[in-house]
Each structure stands twice: as C-alpha cells, then as structure tokens.
C-alpha cells in the first residue's frame, strides 16, 4: 500500500532563512507526488507536483521539490522563508483509481523574526 | 467564483442529531472525495466517488453516508453524531480518480457537544 512519512512535525526557521521540509513515500509504480500547504483555518492548496519529466519541479510562492526515486523522497526547498509561510504542509502521493490521494501527516513550519 | 465550495464551514451540533455538509465543484471534474482531518492535522480518506459511482469506502461507521446527485455534487450525512466525530471535513475533486492533483473546499468544521 502506498505510504507518505513527514519525518518533521515540527519546523522553525528564520526569516530569509532556507527551508527544506523533508517527504519520503512508498509506492508500488511511479509515483505522482504533491505538496500541499494549509494555512491556518483554510483548506488545502497545491504547491506543486510531480508526474514524470524533470525531477526538479517548481511550484507557487517561490517552492520547489526534487524528486530522487533512489532514495524515494521529494523534498520541499524554498531559498528564503517569508514570514507568511507559516502553515502545515503536506506531502501527498496518488491517486490510482481504487487508491486515495494519500497524505503524510503534515509538517508545521513556523517562522520567526 | 470558488472552485469547491462546502457548506456549512462551522457547524455545532448536539450529540445524536442528524447533520449533512453540502459540497460543490464548477471544476467540471469527474472524481470528489470527502477526508476528515483530526485534531492532529492528519488527513483521512472517508469516501470516493467517479462519475456519480463510489469507488472508495474506507472504514467509516455506516452513520456516514455520501451521496452524489450529479458529478458536480458530492454530500455527506452523518446519523446520530457522536462527540468523536468533531473534526473538519473536507471535500475535494480532482479530474480523474487517476494521478490528476486534488482541489479543495474550505473545509467543515464540525463540533459535537
């Protein structure tokens, strides 16, 4: 069965600091991999995906993931965090027909001054 | 113009009443799913639907019942609420149930006193 594990529950960074947040999956065929990020009180919105093609893909608000399928992980990687990224983001990998978009169980990234 | 919209967004109820949660997507999308997401952040699959049919059921009391009207609208009722079913529901669509990214509403939050 497909599986996503966010080793990070929690992260703080710097403002202007580098942020990666950390994403490894278990899927039986290639993998379509997300990042979702939810804001508090808000619901879900996609930063990005990945389906085939360049393993670097880039995403809204200055986001981008490297997929490595030898170490089965999509990393999250903003340069320089802003304040107004503090939220909860999910990595999220699917779906197949009779399997659900499956998500990790969130990390939140908090930021300060 | 919302993409998927849920209504209500709160919704407080007492124990053992009947509630539903309306969704709807202008997305033209064939799949919508209903998750729940716990006290933890953590998200849930509850149900799946193509075309109007259900494709996924995951272990859900049988007091959760979806419908689907039309492929645009995806409802859940809930019978005889129980204090541990507070959470906040979200509804999503995506194109296809295959490897397409998710769209989601706002999400419910229901409180059971």
């Known amino acids: 069965a497909q599986s996503v594990t966010q080793p990070d529950i929690h992260i703080t960074v710097s403002e202007g600091a580098s942020l990666e947040l950390r994403c490894n999956y278990s899927y039986g065929a290639t993998p379509y991999l997300f990042w979702y990020v939810q804001s508090p009180g808000q619901g879900l919105q996609l930063l990005l995906k990945y389906f085939s093609g360049d393993t670097l893909v880039q995403g809204i608000k200055g986001f981008e993931a490297e997929f490595k399928r030898s170490q089965s992980s999509f990393n999250l990687r903003k340069p320089s965090v802003h304040w107004s990224d503090a939220a909860e983001y999910f990595c999220?990998?699917?779906?197949?027909?009779?399997?659900?978009?499956?998500f990790g169980k969130g990390t939140r990234l908090s930021v300060i001054a | 113009d919302t993409a998927v919209s849920q209504t209500p967004k709160y919704l407080v109820t007492q124990m053992g009443n009947d509630k539903s949660i309306k969704c709807e997507q202008n997305?033209?999308?064939?799949?919508m799913y209903w998750y729940k997401q716990d006290s933890k952040k953590f998200l849930k699959i509850m149900f799946s639907?193509?075309?109007?049919?259900?494709?996924i059921n995951e272990t859900v009391p049988n007091r959760f019942s979806p419908k689907s009207p039309d492929k645009a609208h995806l409802n859940l009722h809930i019978n005889s609420l129980e204090l541990g079913d507070s959470a906040v529901y979200f509804c999503?669509?995506?194109?296809?149930?295959?490897?397409?990214?998710?769209?989601f509403g706002q999400g419910t939050r229901l409180t059971v006193v």
């Open positions: 999220a990998v699917g779906p197949s027909g009779n399997t659900p978009l499956v």
């Open positions: 997305l033209g999308h064939d799949t």
């Open positions: 639907y193509n075309n109007k049919e259900l494709i």
């Open positions: 999503a669509s995506s194109q296809s149930a295959l490897n397409t990214e998710a769209f």
